[in-house]
């Protein structure tokens, strides 16, 4: 063989070895079966042979990842595919790796869980790669692809992506969120490619337009093998006749396109600017008029159009809007309609609700039509054409547009609410039925007189000086808010709630007001507010505890409480959701049973009678579990939070005496992960348990709370408050002097501490034990705690490290032996009671 194929042999195989792709480091193309990616290590991604594409973990919020394939020309490096767009996982601990036993890629989040994976372990996987389309295949020794991400798409088809009849494309929740949305692009049961809405309450198409038949749609439902991809000049084509082209068809120029079924519901193809600026450009639309699509202003909410043509939503007069942040929630009543009670019909001239028509009829007269709706408990609402005699009674409200339709909606209202109704609007049948309007674009159909269709220039004139005032307020709060506010709150606020799980809500007052028996059994106050307890319309047991000192507004105090709702731990109380109505700030969380650890501790408040009180395994017990709650609020959750209030009367004891931490996360939240924190704009916490830096006016990071843990680890071990011990020593003159300086205390402990005897041990653990303790346990709970409550936060462990620490010690050890006294050589102490003077210059 020829000199020159040998060497392009070696070097072929030297490139293809698993360590040679790896020295390629940050832009190598290929993982070989046990290279893993970790999220600490900024920069590390597959990066496709071109440069066009990267694959890697992509961070979408403070604490927040996805692993996704980007597109990198472009200038906002737009993602093209997310394996875990609805299981975000932990920016600390969280691991991409190609399984050595060639099961296939697997997504770990913090502690090893499995949150996603290619599910290739019938096979062997010797290799993923990224390809210059875009595309990240996972494939044996031979090369044959096992899985590929084209087959997986999430709300982006590139150029060769197929859509089939297995997989569909499904819409983001909302801009720059990689969360799941309510639109989807899909072959239907006819084999047409269909845009529909699914909604938590609805579900509806309105792409092809519905009111046609497919045949009139151009479309064709004969073709089984439901298939369809866009090609790099910008051509779709489907199996059931779809087709259209990009407006820059063929154009060589073009770096890339994609077809992406946008958060709001529209199916877009965007082209890649050619002049390197890196920017899309809009290419096709399927929907040009954005009101036509389903559900984008939910439920109640009306549809019209602002400046530039963008959609702006409103709702109707009695309705207010349910989430001003989220439309998609629509509007709400504020009046309730009781089946068999006088009700009136609102006209509503200008407006229109697709669908829901329950009884669609022709050729009826308006109060046949009218009738049929108060026949009907369940009818909302009555559209009625007039000249023709159409009827369309509803029995909800979706989808609602503003146009200059000849069709009239009827919105059923209560007799009893017509003097709420400002009747000098749009008054018809004794109520007024407007638009509210909650952005700056109203057309003249909102002012225009029921009879004649003139315009009243008083009314349009008194319009536009209001809507002018409305605007400079609106500036001048934005500023407030926006370009003042703290800038690790706009974060949160602009990354926040809509990440929120399932189980957290919104309550009203009034529900809670009920619940709680019109709040009449308060059962504790803390430092946030009083204490009640409840049970809600499912059952539930909670208790709700009124946030007295929380003056935020409502959209901030919502942002802010959207980081508890995401916060769900075995030893952290579960937070249900929140209340925010007028002045009432409420917090809605499980309830406890065994009440909080300071009654059981210090009061016998568990085996009342007894004198061993709470027993040695519920004390080392409790000791772990809230080491890993609190571990878990400063390193494991998606925001790290300081609890800055860490005390017996914020540790509840559950069921089985499972401790559970509360009041968490009302205090600032921190915005970085680093040791310098910020500072709080007060002191927080309790006096005993408040670390040195408070005072000291230093930052305050996590390192407080393990401060505040060492005291109770302290009063775990020893059975009495911290704040009521006082050392007794022997004077030069042989009297007992009170040390009440609280470093000193700690400095004693930690000197007997580092030749911990079992005699001294058994003396210093709480009496009423009567000896039944571990000593390793106890003796590193000593020695943890005293590390805890060191002056120097630098010189304080963890909250990991705590854990690890004390899980260490998990075995009881051997019985243990038993002393009447200390052994010699060690000063015997006594303990005695601060007063309240003392305890203050000690503290």
Known sequence: MAPGVLLATAFFLLTTLPWAALSDGDHRSVMWRGDSFAVEDAGHALVSPSGNFACGFRKVATNTYTFAIWITAAADATVAWTANRDAPVNGRGSRFELRKDGSGLVLEDFG???????????????????????????????????WQSFDWPTDTLLPGQPITRYRRLVSASARGLPSSGFYNFYFDSNNILNIMYEGPEISSNYW??????????????????RYGSLDAAGRFTASDNLQFNASDLGDAAVVMRRLTLDYDGNLRVYSLDASGAGTWQVTWVAMSRPCDIHGICGRYGLCTYGLGGAPVCSCPEGFVVANAGDWSK?????????????????????????GFDFNYTEGLTYDTCRQICLDDC????????????QCYPKIALFSGRISDFRQVIYLKVPRRLERKFDPSVLRLGGHACTVREVRANTTANYLRRAIGGKINFVYFYSFLAGLFVMEVIFIAVGYLFVFRADPAARQIRDEGYSLVLSHFRRFTYGELSSATCQFRDEVARSASGAVYKGVLGDGRSVTVTRLEAVTQADEVFRSDLSVIGRINHMNLVRVWGFCSEDSHRLLVSEHVENGSLDKALFLDGIGEGSAVGLGWQWRFGIAVGVAKGLAYLHHQCL??????????????LGADFEPKITDFGLAKLLSRRDERGRMLSK??????????????NLPITGKADVFSFGVVLLELLRGQRVCDWAVVDDGAAGEELLRLDF??????????????????????????????????????MLEVAVSCVDDDPAKRPSMDAVVQNLTSQDVVPPSMRHASSPVPGIRRQRHASFSVAEISHMV
């Open 112 to 146: 090893g869980r499995v949150v996603w994976s290619t599910n290739t372990s019938a096979t062997k996987a010797d290799r993923g790669e990224l390809l210059d389309t875009g595309n990240l295949v996972v494939a044996d020794a031979s090369g044959h692809a096992l």
């Open 208 to 225: 092809p337009d519905p009111f046609n038949k497919w045949w009139v749609n151009l479309r064709t439902a004969y073709n089984s093998s």
């Open 330 to 354: 629509g509007c709400r009543r504020v009046f309730d309609v009781r089946c068999g009670e006088d009700v009136d019909f609102a006209p509503m001239p200008v407006a229109d609700f697709w």
């Open 378 to 389: 369940n009818c909302e609402a009555f559209g009625y054409k007039k000249g023709v005699g």
């Open 639 to 652: 925001e790290w939070i300081v609890h800055c209030d860490v005390k017996p009367e914020n540790i509840l």
């Open 683 to 696: 002191v927080q916490g309790t006096r005993g348990y408040i670390a040195p830096e408070w005072a000291l």
């Open 743 to 780: 470093p000193r205390l700690v400095a004693l402990l930690r000197e007997e501490a580092r030749d911990l005897r079992e005699a001294w041990l058994e003396e210093f653990v709480d009496a009423r034990l009567r000896g039944d303790f571990s000593y390793l346990q106890a003796a590193t």
